[in-house]
Every structure is written in C-alpha cells, then in structure tokens.
C-alpha cells in the first residue's frame, strides 16, 4: 500500500511540475505578445501572489479596478504562471509576472509605484511589503464576520479599504493601538457597481433561488460548509418544484479537503443533470462562471454559508438565508447582521421551499435586511461605492505626496 500511495505522489508531482512548466511557457508568451509595460507609468498595482485555484479573490476586482485604471493606470503584479496566465485571459489590465524576488526588484525599479493593493493574506505578500515609499493597502476580497476578518495582520497594511460601520465595529473588538480613522477608510462594495451579465435562463415566472456554499474549510473553527449539511436535500427538494429554479454555485475549492463534501457537490450536479434531461424546460444552472454579478443582482433568495457571499447579497439588499453550521466548533459571529439573519437550519432543508415562499412575503425580515445593508455598506445607490473607493485612492496619493515632498 505504501508502494502504490508513493507512486501516486510521485505522478501528482510529476504532473504538477509539467503543468508549472507550461503555465510558465504560455504566460511569458502572452507577455511577449502584449509587450513590455511602458516605463516609470504605473502609480498603482495590484499584488496577487496566489495560483489559480484562489483566482475568485482577483477576478470580483477586475471591473473596479478597470474603471480606476481610466483614471490612474493599474497594473497587476502576479507571482505565479498559473495566476498570471488566467489574469493575462481575463482582463485587458495590464499584468506583470514576477516569479522571483528578482522581478519584483526589476518592477519597482522601472515603475513609479506608490500604492500597492492586496486582496488577500498570503504569507507571500511580505515580499512586496517590504518596500518603503510607497503605501501597502488591504483591500480584501469580500466583507464577512469569518474570523479572517479580524486578524491582527490588517496592522501590517499602512491603510485598510473597508466595507463600512459595521467592518469598523468588528475590528475596533480586537484591535488594539489602531488608528481607525487615519487607517481604516470605508468605500462601500465597489463591485455591486458592476452586478449585470446575461442570465442563462428565460423570464418565466419560476422563483429562482442561487444556492451558493462556501467550501468546507481547512480547520473545526472555519467548517462553514452546508453541501453535506443541507445541500443535497434542498438540491432535491428545488429541483424538485415546478415553480422553483436551482442556480448552483459552489466555492471553487469545494471538496479539496473532504472526499465526502466532493462526493456531495458531484451528487447535486448530477441531480441537476437529471433534473434539466427530464424537464428541459425547467433551466436549471451548475454556475461555474468567472464572473459573478447577476447571480446576485437578479435573483429571488439567497441560501448560502456564512462567507463573503452573504455580505454580496447584502450590499443589493435582497432576501437572504444563511446556513446554520452543523460543527459545534464553527466560529459564529454574534455582533452583526448574523444575529439577526435568516438561518436555515440543517433540518429545515426538506422545508426549503415553504421556507422560500414565506421569506418573499416577509416585510419585516425585508425591512432588518434593508437596515443591515445600510450598516454594513453604507449608499449602495449605484456608483456610490466607486465615487468612495476612487475618493479614497486619491486620498492615499496624496498622501503619499505629503510624506515624499518632506523627505
């Protein structure tokens, strides 16, 4: 058995390496046809240091950073072949690959860099942090009440674009020697300015309902995931209904820990299969999408895990069901818009669609919902949030003005 498992390792890194090897040969490629980034104009860039797999945390950026690129130029620092191919694929922004720390050097020396956005933690973003003069700023990849939005590490960032109050409040609990005011600058959901897209399915009256899990987690503190949970059971009670369509989106990492949680989300898939072969006419949607906007936007109910996803929802003030976590030791927050959300239990899944029905005709779980939108975004009328984030770029610069006139 030892024999066989070591075998399988090795062809796993085998055939990871080949792949690395080609992601590098086709990135440097695409690089070569976009040529080389005109020197000392890049102001403003965005770090990603992660591969593919966490790509959801760069795409939700692109179009706001596409419409702050008319204004001052961004450019995309990318570590990794696989990252920076699929960023090159996406975007028409401008992208620089940077496997070593050589090539960081290189770009700092030829650009005039003095904002550096970050949309996740990665242990690999002190790399680029280490450069003085120039200002290093969190600016996430969603708003949540995970523990991943408390970390000490936002210290670490010379400023913090945050969502609103309540993003505010949550960091004020823990942080301590902070300067909220100076360092923590609300913007609203820039994103919410770009929930459009066309959707895959007729207007027919069906109520569609987005199930949008989260993954299952790497630790008993973060088993958010509901696909085993509650999943399947209200897969098949949705697709079951003839007044109901099932949009399935699922976090990309679903199922990379946990073969019975792989097992779960290929079960609905193939429920869905099943559900479209019989009734063709019904429309049912697996969502594997890169872009997410009228997923959001254009639906009737939100069901999904406590994630960024909920605070998406959230920010176009729509009904939303957030799942109840099974694991005892899943953290929950009990200070924001959790406290008074619509749970749905475990054992309500067979329920889903009274469930369903019942909240569309709920005022007062519409009105909660309105007035936690409000705490957590702020105006979510539409360009209030890029008029703030541009606000507050702009704001950085000139700071970074005020500090390199006095040296």
Not at 187 to 206: A, C, F, T
Not at 219 to 227: D, E, F, V
Not at 247 to 276: D, F
Not at 284 to 290: K, L, M, W
């Given at each position: 058995?030892?024999?066989?498992n070591?075998?399988?390792?090795?062809?796993?890194?085998?055939?990871?390496?080949i792949?690395r090897?080609r992601?590098r040969?086709?990135?440097?490629?695409?690089?070569?046809?976009r040529?080389?980034?005109?020197?000392?104009?890049?102001?403003?860039?965005?770090y990603?240091?992660?591969?593919?797999?966490n790509?959801?945390?760069?795409?939700q950026?692109?179009?706001p950073?596409?419409?702050?690129?008319?204004q001052w130029p961004?450019?995309i620092?990318a570590?990794?072949?696989?990252?920076a191919?699929?960023?090159i694929?996406?975007t028409s922004?401008t992208v620089?690959?940077?496997?070593?720390?050589s090539?960081?050097?290189?770009?700092?020396?030829?650009?005039?860099?003095?904002i550096?956005?970050?949309?996740?933690?990665?242990t690999?973003?002190?790399?680029?942090?280490?450069?003085?003069r120039?200002?290093?700023?969190?600016?996430?990849?969603?708003e949540?009440?995970?523990?991943?939005?408390t970390?000490?590490?936002?210290?670490?960032?010379?400023?913090?674009?945050?969502?609103?109050?309540?993003?505010?409040?949550r960091?004020?609990r823990?942080l301590w020697?902070?300067?909220f005011d100076?360092?923590?600058?609300?913007?609203?959901?820039?994103?919410?300015?770009?929930?459009?897209?066309?959707?895959?399915?007729?207007?027919?009256?069906r109520?569609s309902?987005?199930?949008?899990p989260?993954w299952?987690?790497?630790?008993?503190?973060?088993?958010?995931g509901?696909i085993?949970?509650?999943g399947?059971e209200l897969a098949t009670?949705?697709?079951?209904?003839?007044?109901h369509?099932l949009?399935?989106?699922?976090?990309?990492?679903?199922?990379?820990v946990s073969?019975?949680?792989?097992e779960?989300?290929?079960?609905i898939?193939?429920?869905?299969?099943?559900?479209n072969?019989?009734?063709?006419?019904?429309?049912h949607?697996?969502?594997?999408?890169?872009?997410i906007?009228?997923q959001l936007?254009?639906t009737?109910v939100v069901?999904?895990?406590i994630?960024?996803?909920i605070?998406?929802?959230l920010?176009?003030g729509?009904?939303?069901?957030v799942?109840r976590?099974?694991?005892a030791?899943?953290v929950?927050?009990?200070?924001?818009?959790?406290?008074?959300?619509?749970?749905?239990?475990a054992?309500e899944?067979?329920q889903?669609?009274?469930?369903?029905d019942k909240?569309?005709?709920?005022?007062d779980?519409?009105?909660?919902?309105?007035?936690?939108?409000?705490?957590?975004?702020?105006?979510?009328t539409?360009g209030a949030s890029?008029?703030?984030?541009?606000?507050?770029?702009e704001?950085?610069?000139?700071?970074?003005q005020?500090w390199n006139?006095?040296?």
């Amino acid at each position: 058995m030892n024999i066989v498992n070591d075998l399988r390792r090795t062809i796993e890194l085998v055939q990871r390496v080949i792949k690395r090897r080609r992601d590098r040969r086709e990135t440097l490629e695409l690089l070569r046809d976009r040529g080389a980034p005109p020197p000392q104009h890049f102001k403003i860039v965005v770090y990603f240091a992660d591969d593919r797999v966490n790509l959801y945390q760069m795409r939700q950026w692109y179009r706001p950073l596409a419409v702050l690129a008319e204004q001052w130029p961004v450019m995309i620092i990318a570590r990794s072949a696989g990252g920076a191919r699929m960023i090159i694929e996406e975007t028409s922004l401008t992208v620089a690959f940077a496997p070593q720390v050589s090539d960081l050097e290189q770009i700092v020396k030829d650009q005039d860099i003095r904002i550096v956005l970050y949309v996740n933690q990665n242990t690999r973003n002190f790399q680029m942090m280490r450069y003085g003069r120039m200002w290093h700023v969190f600016i996430n990849h969603g708003e949540s009440d995970k523990m991943y939005m408390t970390t000490n590490q936002f210290k670490a960032y010379d400023y913090s674009l945050i969502a609103g109050s309540a993003a505010r409040a949550r960091l004020e609990r823990v942080l301590w020697n902070y300067d909220f005011d100076t360092r923590a600058i609300p913007i609203g959901r820039p994103q919410i300015d770009h929930y459009d897209g066309e959707v895959p399915y007729p207007s027919d009256g069906r109520v569609s309902v987005l199930y949008a899990p989260t993954w299952e987690g790497d630790r008993p503190a973060a088993t958010y995931g509901s696909i085993v949970s509650h999943g399947v059971e209200l897969a098949t009670q949705i697709l079951e209904s003839d007044r109901h369509r099932l949009i399935y989106r699922p976090h990309p990492r679903s199922g990379v820990v946990s073969v019975e949680y792989r097992e779960a989300h290929a079960k609905i898939v193939s429920l869905i299969e099943e559900a479209n072969r019989i009734r063709p006419d019904s429309h049912h949607v697996y969502d594997q999408s890169a872009q997410i906007g009228w997923q959001l936007s254009r639906t009737d109910v939100v069901i999904t895990d406590i994630s960024a996803m909920i605070y998406d929802r959230l920010a176009v003030g729509k009904p939303i069901f957030v799942t109840r976590p099974v694991s005892a030791e899943a953290v929950v927050d009990s200070e924001g818009y959790l406290s008074q959300c619509e749970w749905l239990e475990a054992s309500e899944a067979p329920q889903v669609i009274y469930r369903v029905d019942k909240l569309l005709n709920d005022l007062d779980a519409q009105e909660r919902l309105l007035w936690w939108s409000e705490r957590y975004f702020g105006d979510i009328t539409p360009g209030a949030s890029t008029r703030r984030f541009h606000a507050a770029i702009e704001r950085i610069l000139d700071d970074w003005q005020s500090w390199n006139d006095r040296s």
